[in-house]
């Protein structure tokens, strides 16, 4: 008799803090979930490119910065893949941003593990 994989749900995280990043995949880890580190913003985006169907959440810094910033990746993943769920987090701005999506949650610097559970937990 051979048992099932269980389902993993993946977690993309992209945090150009190693330490953030770190804290952030264990979280999703705890949930059971699988967490998926990724830096910086153009590889990140690569990636959604051709595995967005393996994805089911982005936590995103807004600051990340390279081709592609944290803020222009999660309006993009918006766009291109409307049913993965997007958080972005930043150390710089406490308010919403302009051009950010109701859709799409905030969460500031320094954010609570409660925080990013509240995010990472499927419905």
Known sequence: MT????HRVTIMVVEDEAALSSM?????EECKLEPFACDP?????GYLKT????????FVDIGVRDTIDGFALAITTNADCPRI????TS?????????LLASVK???KPWRALEVLDFVLPD
Do not use: F
């Not at 913003?41 to 985006?45: I, Q």
């Open 3 to 6: 048992t099932a994989k269980p």
């Open 24 to 28: 952030a995949c264990e979280m999703v």
């Open 41 to 45: 913003g153009d590889v990140a985006y």
């Open 51 to 58: 595995h967005a169907d393996q994805i089911a959440a982005l």
């Open 85 to 88: 769920r997007i958080c972005v």
């Open 91 to 99: 150390g710089q701005t406490k308010t919403r941003p302009a051009g």
């Open 106 to 108: 905030l969460v500031p």
